[in-house]
């Protein structure tokens, strides 16, 4: 009887001991399981903001386009103008007299 007293005693330390290294497994299993959802979080935000980045760089590329192209229209606009202002080339065979100070070639 003695006996069995001494394994009942074994058997509830044993127990005791088990359950002990299972609340620490379960508080571990909970930080790692909080940890996690954490980073989720975070990565969640960071494909966000990376999804906002591109979106702002895109409306800033098209922005910088567009002065782009308005700027080349003036361009091409006020080079057509220069163009109507210069005067006309002389004729084949007709002499322009060389400004004054200017040599003939």
């Known amino acids: 009887m003695e006996q069995l007293e001494t394994e009942k005693d074994a058997a509830q330390s044993k127990l005791a001991e088990n359950q002990s290294k299972l609340e620490t497994a379960n508080a571990e299993l909970a930080k ?5 959802s954490q980073a989720n979080a975070r990565v969640i935000e960071l494909e966000s903001a990376g999804a ?12 910088l386009q567009a002065t782009l192209d308005q700027a080349n229209t003036e361009i091409e606009r006020l080079k057509s103008e220069l163009e109507k202002q210069k005067p006309t080339a002389p004729n084949q065979g007709e002499s322009v007299s060389p400004a004054p100070g200017e040599r003939r070639l």
Request: glycine share 0%; no cysteine; charged share 35%.
């Open 32 to 36: 790692a399981h909080e940890a996690t």
């Open 52 to 63: 906002n980045t591109a979106k702002e760089a895109e409306t800033e590329h098209n922005r």
